[in-house]
């Protein structure tokens, strides 16, 4: 018989990168907090799905969120193993030829430029 173990923070923090939605919110979070109706926009998809992804991110102690009013603004949460600095390092500086990351980060920049966030 198996027993079902409790995930390490390790392997929450694996499984996270290794989706495309999160990669994409943990890549945005790069340049500092946002808003999560900022998120949904850039990523185009429902506020449930992206609300699940941070969800996910905070339990593997990715992301911290700060709630104002009826939003929460989401940031990179600060290392606290060497293996966590790791992987932001690893945010940081693996991704800069994903084409679709960048583009995010160009829409994300446009939406702060025109103030168009629901949360503003």
């Not at 990669?23 to 992206?50: F, S, T, W, Y």
Request: hydrophobic share 40%; aromatic share 6%.
């Amino acid at each position: 018989m198996q027993t079902t173990t409790k995930p390490s923070s390790v392997d929450l923090m694996f499984r996270a990168f290794s989706d495309r939605t999160r990669l994409r919110i943990l890549h945005m979070l790069q340049g500092g907090e946002v808003c999560v109706c900022n998120l949904v926009a850039v990523i185009d998809a429902p506020q449930p799905k992206i609300s699940r992804h941070l969800a996910y991110l905070r339990r593997a102690g990715l992301v911290v969120g700060r709630k104002d009013g009826l939003w929460t603004h989401y940031a990179l949460a600060p290392a606290k193993t060497i293996f966590h600095k790791k992987l932001l390092e690893c945010l940081e500086n693996c991704f800069h030829d994903v084409p679709e990351l960048a583009e995010d980060i160009q829409l994300l920049k446009k939406i702060a430029q025109r103030k168009a966030a629901c949360c503003v």
